[in-house]
C-alpha cells in the first residue's frame, strides 16, 4: 500500500529541480507542513516564502513573483485558496497571465471532520470558469510527478487539487504514459494515452479525475466480472478538458459515467455532458458528492456512504446500463 500523498511528490520534484533552477520559489500559507512542503523551506530557505494566514496575499505575492521572471508554486488549503482568494487568481494569475502554479492541498473532503467549512467540493467549476485558467487533479503520486514536471516548462497559470491522503497506485515509475492535457486510458490491463487508446469494444465510458480514478478502476475489474467492458478515462486534465478523447469513447459506448469528488453542479460530470451532449448524445449520469453540507467523517467514510467506492460506482454503472436497453 502507498504510504506517499500527492503532495509530497509534489514536493519531492520540486527539491529535485530546485537544486539546478533558483528561478522556483514555493509559497505557503501558513501551510507548509499539511503541503508537505516542510523539506523544501528546510532545503531551500531563500527559494521559500512564508505569507502566513493571509491567502490573498500569498496569490498576490506569487503573480508578482511571476512577473519578475520566477516559478511560483503557491500552496494553500484548497477549500481557502478556490474561496478566499478567488480574486486575485482572476485578477493577478489568469488575467494578467502570470506563470504561477496555485496548488490547493487537502482537497474535496479530504479534512473530513472538520466539515463543509474546510471542504472544496466547488473548485473544479470555480477555478474552470477563469478565463486562462488551467484544472488539473492528477490521479497518483507518478502522474503527479509527471504534472509537476510539465508544469516547470510552460509559463501558464494553473491550479492544481490535491487530497490529503496517499491514494494506492494506479500506475508505477515505469509505466506511467503522460501526455500535457490527454486523459491517460485504463481498460483491463491496458493503459495509453488517449490517442492511442482503442475504445472499440466497450460497453461503458468512466470519466474520472483526482482520488476517484482509483475506486472508477477498481468498479471496472468488478464490472468485468459481470461480463461489462468498462474504459476509465483518467481525466486529470479537467481544463482544458480532453474533448477528442470523450467523444470517441462516448460513441463507441452504449453510455457514459462520471465520477467526481465534487459538488454535482460546474464540475467533471457538467463538462462532460455539454461535450457528449452537443457531439455524440448518448446516455450520461454524474456521480458526485450531494448538493447538501457533506456528512463529517474520514475520506473513506464518505466515500462508501456516498457511493464514491468501487462497489458504489459499479452498481450505479450496472443501473445505468440496464436502464439503456
Known amino acids: 500500500m502507498n504510504k506517499i500523498p500527492n503532495r509530497q511528490a509534489i514536493c519531492d520534484v520540486l527539491m529535485e529541480r530546485a537544486k ?17 512542503l516542510a523539506p523544501f523551506a528546510e532545503a531551500y530557505p531563500e527559494q521559500f516564502v512564508e505569507v502566513g494566514i493571509a491567502e490573498q496575499d500569498l496569490v498576490s505575492i506569487s503573480a508578482g513573483l511571476a512577473k519578475c521572471g520566477k516559478k511560483p508554486f503557491a500552496a494553500s488549503p484548497a477549500s481557502f485558496l ?37 471542504h ?3 473548485d473544479i467549476a470555480a477555478m474552470s470558469a477563469i478565463p486562462n485558467m488551467r484544472v488539473y487533479l492528477p490521479s497518483d503520486r507518478f502522474q503527479t510527478a509527471k504534472l509537476i514536471d510539465a508544469l516547470l516548462k510552460d509559463e501558464k497559470p494553473s491550479y492544481i487539487r490535491v487530497g490529503r491522503n496517499a491514494v494506492e497506485d494506479i500506475y508505477s515509475e515505469e509505466s506511467c504514459p503522460f501526455e500535457m492535457d490527454q486523459a491517460t486510458v485504463i ?12 475504445f472499440s469494444n466497450i460497453d461503458l465510458a468512466i ?25 476509465v478515462l483518467d481525466m486529470y486534465c479537467v481544463k482544458p478538458l480532453d474533448t477528442e478523447a470523450i467523444i470517441r469513447a462516448a ?16 464540475g467533471l460530470g457538467s463538462m462532460v455532458s455539454q461535450v457528449v451532449g452537443s457531439e455524440c448524445p448518448k446516455r450520461t449520469v454524474n456521480l458526485a458528492l450531494p ?21 458504489g460506482i459499479a452498481k450505479k454503472a450496472a443501473e445505468l446500463l440496464q436502464n439503456c436497453r
Request: aromatic share 6%; net charge negative.
Open 20 to 36: 539546478t533552477d533558483k528561478d522556483i520559489v514555493v509559497l505557503c500559507s501558513d501551510s507548509r507542513g499539511s503541503a508537505s
Open 82 to 118: 478556490s474561496t478566499r482568494s478567488y480574486e486575485q487568481a482572476k485578477v493577478d494569475v489568469a488575467y494578467s497571465n502570470t506563470n504561477v502554479t496555485l496548488i490547493g492541498i487537502s482537497g474535496g473532503i479530504s479534512y473530513g471532520a472538520l466539515g463543509m467549512s474546510h
Open 120 to 122: 472544496s467540493a466547488q
Open 187 to 198: 481498460c483491463g490491463e491496458t493503459v495509453q494515452t488517449s490517442r492511442d487508446a482503442d
Open 207 to 231: 470519466v474520472a479525475c483526482g482520488e476517484m480514478v482509483k475506486p472508477a478502476c477498481d468498479a471496472a475489474v468488478l464490472l468485468k466480472e459481470q461480463g461489462i467492458c468498462a474504459a
Open 251 to 266: 460513441k463507441n459506448a452504449k453510455a457514459v459515467l462520471t465520477v467526481e469528488e465534487h459538488a454535482p453542479f460546474g
Open 291 to 311: 448538493d447538501a453540507p457533506v456528512i463529517t467523517g474520514t475520506s473513506k467514510e464518505v466515500f462508501d456512504y456516498y457511493g464514491l467506492n468501487a462497489e
